[in-house]
């Protein structure tokens, strides 16, 4: 048994979220190389040296550079603003380090390129994390569609609705820059639930779409004065797929009274699924196959060990697991790809195909026109789903 050496560039809440998914993976799945927290790295000297403290890492970094140049280290986990994935996945790449970065991938589809050529010329681990994908109730929905519980699919709508933007005087934050977060809502809320749609049904042919950005200046969190907010409050958009399918899709930060409210609806010709993440646990079914004096949604409740995935590693049925496990099931997805060198998903494919929806959508708000998903087969080996 040997360990992964785990260098994390970033300590704030996706920081916090990844240390805990590590030291979980140790305790909880037992994996066969454990995680070694060595290193954690931020800016800010003062606060990265608390939070090495605070999360039990061995050292701290104020440079990035530092962490990859080390030879004590295995993995780069990359927890920072969007603008900076690329460089430092590309230079963790080229050093021969494993890579998972938070979502969304790159700032562009360019971008996105250029970091999957790198991992798959060195041959190393890379994984986005796309932390829905490990919650057991999509895991749930994922097996039932394979296996046709729900027919031919038909209908996908999918939003993801916040509200921490609606009150006006909210401050300006780094997300409402375009040069750092790349896009608003759309990159980080449409970005999720475009990913879990073409884990569950498939990929996306055309898509049109159209934003709104409702307030255009945010006053400074200091007093002096307001910022040009630069990205989109809102996008929504319309989409074609592969299979067939249609979908509708919406991503805002101004839904007042909805926290966190990721929900997707898949709708066949035999029965219907319905997920939404506030009741994390639960997955609602429906199915033409019942007697129909007998029809009706069920809701499954996902905590069986053996029968729902992830859940042997946790409590008795009915105990409720929640956010920061599904960090843990990927940590501990990936801690076995790298001990057994084999892939893992979502990868950095994964992550391109997802931001060619994004840019597609794009796209076709400035052409006003529906608008076709880029699809090119020249970076890296397209796998069968």
Not at 195 to 213: I, K, N, P, Q, Y
Request: glycine share 8%; aromatic share 10%.
């Amino acid at each position: 048994m040997g360990y992964i050496r785990v260098g994390l560039i970033g300590y704030k809440f996706m920081g916090k979220a990844h240390t805990q998914a590590y030291k979980n993976t140790n305790f909880y799945f037992e994996p066969q190389d454990p995680f070694q927290l060595k290193v954690i790295c931020g800016r800010n000297e003062e606060s990265v040296k608390e939070a090495a403290f605070t999360y039990g890492w061995e050292s701290y970094e104020t440079d990035w550079r530092s962490v990859i140049e080390r030879d004590d280290i295995d993995l780069i986990d990359i927890g920072t603003p969007s603008n900076t994935h690329k460089d430092i996945a590309i230079a963790a790449a080229k050093a021969g380090k494993h890579v998972l970065t938070e979502k969304p991938m790159a700032l562009s589809v360019r971008d996105a390129k250029e970091m999957l050529k790198a991992v798959t010329d060195t041959g190393v681990q890379h994984m986005v994390s796309f932390n829905y994908r490990r919650v057991p109730a999509i895991a749930l929905a994922k097996r039932m569609i394979s296996e046709g519980r729900i027919g031919r699919v038909y209908h996908i709508r999918a939003h993801y609705l916040q509200d921490w933007l609606a009150n006006p005087q909210s401050p300006f934050a780094w997300r409402l820059d375009k040069n750092i977060a790349g896009s608003g809502a759309h990159g980080d809320l449409n970005a999720h639930i475009v990913d879990l749609t073409r884990h569950l049904v498939g990929e996306f042919d055309e898509v049109v779409g159209m934003s709104e950005t409702f307030v255009k200046e945010r006053p400074i969190d200091n007093g002096e004065g307001k910022r040009d907010v630069t990205v989109d409050d809102t996008t929504l958009f319309l989409a074609r797929f592969d299979n067939g399918a249609v979908g509708n899709f919406e991503a805002t930060r101004y839904a007042t009274g909805r926290k966190n409210h990721e929900y997707i609806e898949i709708n066949g010709s035999m029965g219907s699924i319905v997920f939404n993440f506030e009741r994390m646990n639960e997955l609602q079914f429906f199915s033409k196959e019942d007697d129909h004096h007998l029809q009706g949604y069920r809701n499954i409740l996902v905590t069986e060990p053996e029968a729902h995935e992830y859940m042997n590693a946790w409590w008795p049925p009915g105990h409720l697991i929640g956010y920061e496990h599904a960090f843990t099931h990927q940590a501990s997805d990936f801690a076995r790809a790298i001990s057994q060198q084999q892939p893992v998903y979502p990868n950095f494919e994964d992550g391109l195909r997802c931001q060619q929806v994004l840019e597609a959508v794009d796209h076709s708000i400035l052409s006003r026109t529906w608008e076709k998903v880029e699809k090119s087969n020249d970076v890296g080996r397209t796998r069968e789903r």
